[in-house]
């Protein structure tokens, strides 16, 4: 995808930026300490690395913490610039102390607090389009007013017991 936003002229190479990865204190905005300890070092039980989906490797926390990295720095950017999208997050089923549907940590609810503690913006507002509700999100955000999610995603299907986002739209299966 880069290489072909670059030769077709849609991006020029200073619009690209690399993340750095994110930062215990940064994953604390969201999720419990325990469990980012216990996931970094490999050592949650069999049953929540089954909730998550994926087996453990050094790899994948490395990937998983430059992906959350690049959400926060996409959030920062877009604040910035107006516009700046990141490819790799989306990780809307993560809760505050599980992982769930192959999301480990959630990175929208990471760089949402973040950018509210950085000065950034005093509120945020989550919309979340995918087909399945961002039941992890809504989670994590349910006590902070200044942080908002609005889900539209099918109303039966993953997961079967939706949370309770700010503003919820549930739409019938197959619809067109």
């Known amino acids: 995808v880069y290489e072909w936003l670059v030769r077709d002229g849609v991006a020029s190479l200073d619009q690209f930026h690399l993340p750095q990865p994110a930062t215990e204190a940064q994953l604390a905005l969201a999720h ?5 300890r216990a996931y970094l070092n490999g050592t ?20 998983t913490l430059i992906a959350l990295g690049s959400t926060v720095l996409a959030a920062e950017l ?42 950034l913006a005093r509120r945020v507002l989550i919309v979340d389009l995918d087909v399945h ?5 809504a989670s994590i955000l349910q006590d902070d007013p200044d942080l908002a999610t609005f889900s539209m995603h099918c109303e039966a299907n993953f997961p079967f017991h939706k949370e309770q986002s700010d503003y919820d739209v549930a739409l019938p299966v197959g619809m067109e």
Not at 53 to 62: D, I, K, M, N
Not at 93 to 116: E, M, P, Q, S, T
């Open 133 to 137: 509700q961002g039941d992890g999100t």
């Open 78 to 119: 877009a604040l910035t610039h107006g516009l700046a999208c990141s490819t790799a997050g989306g990780t809307h089923h993560a809760f505050r102390n599980c992982g769930a549907g192959y999301c480990i940590f959630n990175d929208l609810a990471v760089a949402a607090r973040w950018v509210k503690e950085q000065g």
């Open 44 to 63: 949650l039980d069999a049953r929540a690395m089954r909730r998550i989906g994926f087996p453990w490797s050094e790899r994948l926390v490395r990937r």
């Open 32 to 36: 419990d300490p325990a469990y980012i």
